[in-house]
T-cell receptor, first 114, second 113 residues
Framework: DAGVIQSPRHEVTEMGQEVTLRCKPISGHNSLFWYRQTMMRGLELLIYFNNNVPIDDSGMPEDRFSAKMPNASFSTLKIQPSEPRDSAVYFC????????????FGDGTRLSIL | AQTVTQSQPEMSVQEAETVTLSCTYDTSENNYYLFWYKQPPSRQMILVIRQEAYKQQNATENRFSVNFQKAAKSFSLKISDSQLGDTAMYFCAFIDSNYQLIWGAGTKLIIKP
């Protein structure tokens, strides 16, 4: 079975550029989560969707970050404009339901903003 | 506020030894789920084991088992017959009433040959 697929695996771009991270959840999963992992702050939940609807975006750091889920099989996390402090590993995870089901993670996108 | 604490930033054991990673948490809820996730150098996040708080029996998955002490709010992970492939960051996590995972800071586990 295909797991959660994230692209790209690595992204290096200059400050001020727009960055788009992509995620394909596991087929049949109806909850999708975006996380950011840094050495300083560990794993942080940015936003999660249930049935394609954003439920809680309180973790989104600021207006430069936006996330969409146009259908059950695709989500994007966009940063515009990007800043060096956005450098981190971004994980997408999906689960069957929002309840106590385990979340399955993608391989992550390592983002470096120069 | 609900918190998860992993007090061991790093541990190192010899291959084939047994190692226990500690995790404590704080919550006022009675029903919840606890997880251990593994993150090897490849950076993937892999679910290792899950424990339901209403179950008294400790969860086991092959060489991985937990010691769940609900009253003490403790959820340690035991890895038996450790293997080189067990080298990874291990994260303890708790699902709160809003269905969000609350993470510990992680323990870096190194298995030495």
């Amino acid at each position: 079975d295909a797991g959660v697929i994230q692209s790209p695996r690595h992204e290096v771009t200059e400050m001020g550029q727009e960055v788009t991270l992509r995620c394909k959840p596991i087929s049949g999963h109806n909850s999708l989560f975006w996380y950011r992992q840094t050495m300083m702050r560990g794993l942080e939940l940015l936003i999660y969707f249930n049935n394609n609807v954003p439920i809680d975006d309180s973790g989104m750091p600021e207006d430069r970050f936006s996330a969409k889920m146009p259908n059950a099989s695709f989500s994007t996390l966009k940063i515009q404009p990007s800043e060096p402090r956005d450098s981190a590993v971004y994980f997408c995870a999906s689960s069957l339901g929002v309840g106590n089901q385990p979340q399955h993670f993608g391989d992550g996108t390592r983002l470096s903003i120069l | 506020a609900q918190t998860v604490t992993q007090s061991q930033p790093e541990m190192s054991v010899q291959e084939a030894e047994t190692v226990t990673l500690s995790c404590t948490y704080d919550t006022s809820e009675n029903n919840y789920y606890l997880f251990w996730y593994k993150q090897p150098p490849s950076r993937q996040m892999i679910l290792v084991i899950r424990q339901e708080a209403y179950k008294q029996q400790n969860a086991t998955e092959n060489r991985f088992s937990v010691n769940f002490q609900k009253a003490a709010k403790s959820f340690s992970l035991k890895i038996s017959d450790s293997q080189l492939g067990d080298t990874a960051m291990y994260f303890c996590a708790f699902i709160d009433s809003n269905y969000q995972l609350i993470w510990g800071a992680g323990t870096k586990l190194i298995i030495k040959p």
